[in-house]
């Protein structure tokens, strides 16, 4: 099935610095991804819509001088926190939709933890 | 607007069935999903199905779809310990095809 990648699983880093997220479709294109937030015990919060070769789409309330989203090429998308703080500690999820299959569905990443000290 | 709905917790015993539930409001929703979610990790496609379906079966996973009442429910046979996770329903959206999520459900499964 298709296989979605995150980079890094978990990062730890210091108030005020930018921190880089990847997401990788690994055997298949994705022209789009998406990008989610969970916090503990919630479900998941969509943030923005990777569009390949344009800007990306950000839901309300979400900044996006904030969370900078570079979709480079058609298998890969990078979520940027900038300057982060504390508050912007939570768990980042991508997803892809699965191309060619027949379900129509999103593939998600594994996650990636941030923790903002 | 557009909401999914699922209660937050369910407890079963090892061997005995589990049954999860959820409404949805978006009554053009083309498909619904079910996904699992283990701690600390990404979300993982256990099934789903397409609107003009009553009931889909893959192996212990049993799906029920009530288009009438909005009604979305999973069954899984003969749980086991792993399948200790947290559960959550999803629908696509027939505005902007973006998938709405339930809170999740947490499934505990006792020995």
């Known amino acids: 099935g298709a296989v979605v990648s995150q980079h890094p699983s978990w990062v730890i880093c210091k108030s005020g610095t930018s921190v880089k997220i990847e997401c990788r479709s690994l055997?298949?294109?994705?022209?789009?991804m998406f990008w989610y937030r969970q916090f503990p015990k919630q479900s998941l919060m969509l943030m923005a819509t990777?569009?390949?070769?344009?800007?990306?789409?950000?839901e309300q309330g979400v900044e996006k001088d904030k969370f900078l989203i570079n979709h480079a090429s058609l298998t890969l998308s990078t979520l940027t926190v900038t300057s982060a703080h504390p508050e912007d500690s939570s768990f980042y999820i991508c997803?892809?939709?699965?191309?060619?299959?027949?379900?129509?569905?999103?593939?998600f990443g594994p996650g990636t933890r941030l923790t903002v000290l | 607007g557009e909401d999914v709905e699922q209660s937050l917790f369910l407890s079963v015993r090892e061997g005995d069935s589990s049954v999860i539930n959820c409404t949805y409001t978006?009554?053009?929703?083309?498909?619904l999903y079910w996904y699992k979610q283990e701690p600390g990790a990404g979300l993982q496609l256990l099934t789903y199905?397409?609107?003009?379906?009553d009931m889909k079966q893959d192996q212990r996973l049993t799906v029920l779809l009530n288009k009438k009442d909005k009604h979305l429910s999973l069954r899984i046979a003969d749980t086991q310990t792993g399948d200790s996770a947290i559960y959550f329903c999803?629908?696509?959206?027939?505005?902007?095809?973006?998938?709405?999520f339930g809170q999740g459900t947490t499934l505990q499964v006792k020995p």
């Open positions: 055997d298949f294109q994705a022209t789009t």
């Open positions: 990777s569009n390949e070769g344009s800007k990306a789409t950000y």
């Open positions: 999803a629908e696509k959206s027939s505005n902007t095809g973006k998938l709405i």
């Open positions: 978006d009554s053009s929703s083309t498909y």
């Open positions: 997803s892809a939709p699965g191309l060619a299959i027949g379900t129509d569905t999103q593939y």
């Open positions: 199905i397409f609107s003009n379906m």
